[in-house]
T-cell receptor, first 108, second 115 residues
Framework: RKEVEQDPGPFNVPEGATVAFNCTYSNSASQSFFWYRQDCRKEPKLLMSVYSSGNEDGRFTAQLNRASQYISLLIRDSKLSDSATYLCVVNAYSTLTFGKGTMLLVSP | NAGVMQNPRHLVRRRGQEARLRCSPMKGHSHVYWYRQLPEEGLKFMVYLQKENIIDESGMPKERFSAEFPKEGPSILRIQQVVRGDSAAYFC?????????????FGEGSRLTVL
């Protein structure tokens, strides 16, 4: 089983759509969780941290279920500029482990 | 305030040559991480360093790869006797502390092509 597993994608959605990304992780000792965003041929950048209580940042909502070792990211009212690869990231023992990423393509 | 600086941005080497990739962390950051991203693959952790110390090199291939972060100067990732399979984007990231509940700041990457 892969350490961090994400939907393979790509997700093709029209502007204004709501899209959800799922992620599972295998290391039960994982301590913190993040979603990063990576544009084509660019470096990853932190999108948001993920907390057990769930957290929201504008159109983005992240949730964590420790019992199921599951993380999600919801994007509402998709914009063209949301097109990117979304990386699920898990921290265990001071090392970040990245999922392979799910590509999102938002079309007009 | 400059971000994480990596150079060269692009490097072409022939099989058997050496590749040296450099990374200067953000000002005030003393922890450096190297990741490799193969085409169509996710980022794979390679090594975590602090000044003059390798903290975790569990992701480094056992042969031909080495990394250092000297007291003065940038962190260096060195690949000896490169092979075509080493072609990838190598990203460096830095953080101000070893607790990565905070953010990792990435450089723009160094893209190695082995002919």
């Amino acid at each position: 089983r892969k350490e961090v597993e994400q939907d393979p994608g790509p997700f093709n959605v029209p502007e204004g759509a709501t899209v959800a990304f799922n992620c599972t992780y295998s290391n039960s000792a994982s301590q913190s969780f993040f979603w990063y965003r990576q544009d084509c041929r660019k470096e990853p950048k932190l999108l948001m941290s993920v907390y057990s209580s769930g957290n929201e940042d504008g159109r983005f909502t992240a949730q964590l279920n420790r019992a199921s070792q599951y993380i999600s990211l919801l994007i509402r009212d998709s914009k063209l500029s949301d097109s990117a690869t979304y990386l699920c990231v898990v921290n265990a023992y001071s090392t970040l482990t990245f999922g392979k990423g799910t590509m999102l393509l938002v079309s007009p | 305030n400059a971000g994480v600086m990596q150079n060269p941005r692009h490097l072409v080497r022939r099989r058997g040559q050496e590749a040296r990739l450099r990374c200067s962390p953000m000002k005030g950051h003393s922890h450096v991480y190297w990741y490799r991203q193969l085409p169509e693959e996710g980022l794979k952790f390679m090594v975590y360093l602090q000044k003059e110390n390798i903290i975790d090199e569990s992701g480094m291939p056992k042969e031909r790869f080495s990394a250092e972060f000297p007291k003065e100067g940038p962190s260096i990732l060195r690949i000896q006797q490169v092979v075509r399979g080493d072609s990838a984007a190598y990203f460096c990231a830095s953080s101000p502390k070893d607790d990565t509940t905070g953010e990792l700041f990435f450089g723009e990457g160094s893209r190695l092509t082995v002919l």
